[in-house]
């Protein structure tokens, strides 16, 4: 009897650590009810190193998440819809950029909001928007010395020789 018990018990055990397993999975696979926010739109150029599910953020706070990507076929940008919480209410030149947590940190989307009285309705679309930024496409044009100049510079004529008296 005694074992039996044990036995249950450690089912039990099982069942609870899978189905926590499987709550957070699903939270991070962007499952979770959203229900105190509002969609944003934006396109990017570039959108490397983001996926549903990464963070908003406005000053450092998370604001919100990325709910989709998805290429324009007719443009070549990356459309994305960003849920925002209901509470921020950012002005319609705002600015939304992907930047990065460090040197070896993850991407993030970051928003810059600006100075404009009236407020970007949901589903709106912030039109100011910079993609993400390749460190290693920057580090090779700081050590190829690229600097964009695809002509060289004319190299100086010597100086004439002066001869002395």
Known sequence: MAEQRLEILAGAGVLAIALAFAFFAGQG???????????????????????????????????GTITS??????????????????????????????????????????????GMPDALAPGGEIEDTQGAVSLINLLLKFVGGSSGNSTPAPEAEPAPATTSP
């Open 29 to 63: 696979l962007g499952m979770n009810a959203q229900t105190g926010t509002y969609p944003l739109r934006a396109s990017f150029r570039s959108v490397q190193g983001v996926a549903v599910g990464a963070d908003v953020k406005l000053a450092g706070v998370k604001v």
């Open 69 to 114: 990507l998805v290429l324009n076929p007719a443009s070549f940008m990356a459309d994305t819809t960003i849920s925002v919480d209901k509470s921020i209410q950012l002005p319609s030149d705002s600015a939304i950029i992907i930047s990065q947590d460090g040197l070896l940190g993850g991407n993030f989307v970051e928003i810059l909001p600006g």
